[in-house]
């Protein structure tokens, strides 16, 4: 059903550290971007309005550095998902507001607000 999703890069949260962020991978991508080639695409996770990134932190930062306004990514969990415990959101979902804080920093922008699911786990820990 959303195939047709055209998303910014500066709208997906991500799941995991920057640490983890790999800057060989990331240049292969912006080499791609460059090229006209296709990159495999984004997974997400929706949760209410909040898509989070599953799989291809490396290819969000690659968009964000070649400034592209626009990718198709492709959601492959949504609340519809979930148990009553709310369990694949824990463990997709390990990241901590200084993870989004690093997140804003490395890419050069500033998110207008936070998912409450986040706060809620922040406020769990």
């Known amino acids: 059903p959303y195939e047709k999703l055209w998303i910014s890069p500066e709208f997906v949260f991500p799941t995991m550290s920057i640490d983890r962020i ?3 991978k990331v240049d292969g991508y912006l080499d791609k971007i460059y ?3 296709k990159l495999e695409q984004v997974e997400l996770i929706r949760i209410h309005d909040t898509l989070f990134i599953k799989d291809g932190h490396n290819r969000v930062v690659a968009y964000n550095l070649a400034r592209m306004r626009l990718f198709n990514p492709k ?3 949504s609340e519809d998902d979930i148990d009553g415990e709310g369990n694949i959101v824990k463990k997709s979902l390990m990241v901590t507001e200084q993870d989004i804080l690093d997140w804003e920093n490395m890419n050069g922008f500033i998110y207008n607000y936070r998912p409450k ?3 809620k786990m922040n406020k769990g820990q």
């Open 35 to 37: 090229k006209h080639e």
């Open 117 to 119: 699911i986040i706060q």
């Open 75 to 77: 959601i492959v969990l």
């Open 22 to 24: 790999n800057k060989e």
